[in-house]
């Protein structure tokens, strides 16, 4: 990190709209409150203290507070790395705890803005302990359903990197900033100096965005904004568990993550500048976010969808719903055999209640097609169409759908696949709409991934759910295996399956058997003229019958893959804006 470290009350001031902070009081703590050295009574522990609130005017390593970011209101917890290296010990638990709750009495995101070694070594277990507190008010915190979406700032190590920091719901890095679990003084000395920075972060698909200082108020603005604002959705989440005790006094709605980690510090009778390198972290991180993230695969298997195949036939012939272009820009298509739109949510298990959502929030409308709006005469022809080199791929869709757009990025496991799949939140037409969408090509294991995290993150928040499907197939090569394809997909189809908000899927061109299939709403799924959708690519089909190549066209026509076609079998709701009478 070459420019100056900025202290908590900077950061404040950058992101904070002018005049909007108001601190929160900082709790009193009885116990051990005047033993001399601290809790393990540290020889030179209150010196230590004492000269680190000279030097920085705090009286702890992190000031909480509430504030208005481009308009709207959060809870900050902005760390001072000057005090101590920024340490967390039982007072700064403490403060971090109050704020928690405070954000969730007043259903306010929070927005950790971290610069840390990790736990306070002079305060030892009683230091390493305040990440298993932490850890369970984030929790709580997303079981309420705001959002959390933290600011890295130079270093985040140890402990607050492992809760504070990879435990949000979003990450942004400031550039240059020092990121890993492990830090400076405890690393093997061979190890890569750039695997622990922002931007090897993002690539390894643990931060979203590395955001410039100067652009941090606007880009924080737009992620609370969409998250939090007005488009997105008002009340409190408290309610999605059954327990209404969870959002305002952290109750029994969940049970106490546990965490393990090691970081101690080092920067006790150091300048602020001196303290940069002496955190020392160490051992096994905490895994306390990966329980929130894996509660919804529960779901998965409850039967929930299997409420549209039997209404299925029951609604065939009453589809004045369906029939309507959603888009006004043409006629869907037949109707026959669809299944009942309302009939994707099911009923969800009693341990998942469903969300009571506002009249607003009802599944999006598919997107306008962009490219051609003739139906294809011949499966073959619907091949080369979804095929072709000018069909409007996803960036066009999504460009043309949403006035604003933020990006999630990485899934969290050690990779990203930006190429792939396009992951993130946007406004269409003053509300908040997540996406997910493939972009033609074959997607890979972390593009499944980030979209399963999307669609959580977004159902956590009562936020509906736009998907585009276009792919040829998940990836198939041997580091996809290695990589675990098949169970990422499967974890992609359990987030869909386990969803309580509204999703709208629409197959903008290839449609390739279970690695498009995964990302599509049963019972809520649409397609543009120039789409298809196959069980296998008709090359592969032909190939696994013994068929020649001259048999291709034929297989692929036999399958019966036109948007029409899935029309007709009820595998989609309709065509959008095909042009009258092209049905062939």
Not at 29 to 40: A, I, K, T
Not at 94 to 121: F, I, K, N
Not at 356 to 369: I, K, V
Not at 527 to 551: C, H, M, Q
């Amino acid at each position: 990190m070459t420019e100056r470290r900025l202290s908590a009350r900077e950061v404040v001031a950058l992101v904070a709209d002018e005049g909007s902070f108001t601190e929160l009081p900082a709790p009193e703590r009885e116990s051990g409150s005047g033993q001399p050295d601290g809790p393990l009574s540290w020889q030179g522990y209150d010196t230590s203290h004492a000269r680190a609130r000279e030097r920085t005017g705090e009286a702890e390593s992190v000031v909480c507070g509430t504030a208005t970011v481009a308009g709207t209101r959060a809870v900050l917890l902005a760390f001072e790395f000057g005090f101590l290296g920024g340490s967390l010990g039982e007072r700064t638990g403490d403060r971090l705890e109050s704020a928690y709750a405070h954000a969730r009495a007043h259903h306010l995101p929070v927005v950790p803005l971290v610069a840390t070694g990790g736990s306070r070594m002079q305060e030892g277990m009683l230091a390493l302990t305040q990440l298993q507190r932490v850890a369970r008010q984030s929790i709580l915190t997303r079981e309420a359903g705001l959002p959390q979406i933290a600011v890295l700032r130079d270093p985040t190590t140890g402990g607050g990197w492992a809760t504070l920091g990879a435990g949000a719901d979003v990450t942004l890095a400031l550039p240059g900033a020092q990121i890993g679990f492990a830090g400076s003084r405890v690393r093997p000395p061979d190890a890569d100096p750039t695997a622990y920075t922002a931007k090897a972060q993002v690539a390894a698909g643990a931060v979203d965005a590395v955001v410039r200082a100067e652009e941090l108020r606007g880009v924080l603005g737009r992620w609370l904004g969409l998250l939090a604002g007005a488009g997105a959705r008002g009340a409190p989440r408290s309610a999605v568990r059954g327990d209404s005790q969870v959002a305002a006094q952290g109750g029994p709605g969940t049970a106490a993550p546990q965490a393990a980690g090691a970081a101690t510090e080092d920067a006790a009778d150091t300048t602020a500048q001196d303290t940069a390198d002496t955190t020392a972290q160490g051992t096994v991180g905490s895994g306390a976010q990966d329980a929130a993230d894996t509660a919804a695969q529960d779901t998965a298997d409850t039967g929930a969808q299997d409420a549209a195949d039997t209404t299925a036939q029951d609604t065939a012939d009453t589809g004045a719903q369906d029939a309507a272009d959603p888009t006004g820009a043409g006629t869907p298509g037949p109707t026959a055999r669809r299944p009942a739109p309302e009939a994707r949510a099911g009923a969800a298990p009693a341990k998942r209640p469903p969300l009571d959502l506002a009249p607003h929030e009802t599944a999006p409308p598919p997107p306008a097609p962009l490219g051609a709006t003739g139906l294809p005469v011949t499966g073959w022809d619907a091949v080369q169409g979804a095929r072709a080199a000018r069909r409007p791929r996803a960036e066009a869709y999504l460009a043309a759908y949403f006035e604003q757009r933020v990006t999630v990025s990485g899934d969290r496991c050690g990779g990203a696949d930006p190429e792939g799949m396009l992951c993130g939140f946007g406004a269409h037409e003053g509300r908040t709409v997540a996406y997910a969408a493939q972009t033609g090509t074959a997607t890979r294991p972390a593009g499944y991934r980030t979209a399963a995290r999307l669609i959580r993150l977004a159902d956590r928040l009562g936020i509906p759910v736009l998907t585009l499907v276009d792919t040829p197939g998940a990836a198939n090569d041997a580091e996809a295996e290695r990589q675990g394809v098949g169970a990422a997909i499967a974890d992609l189809f359990g987030a869909v399956a386990g969803a309580r908000v509204p999703i709208t899927t629409l197959v903008i061109g290839e449609g390739g058997s279970g690695g498009a299939l995964a990302l599509a709403a049963p019972g809520n799924t649409w397609a543009t003229p120039d789409s298809y959708f196959s069980v296998i690519a008709p090359e592969l089909a032909a190939a696994i019958l013994k068929r020649g190549p001259r048999e291709v066209e034929a297989t692929a026509h036999q399958l019966r893959i036109r948007p029409q076609d899935l029309v007709e079998l009820g595998v989609i709701r309709g065509v959008v804006g095909a042009s009258s009478g092209s049905v062939s």
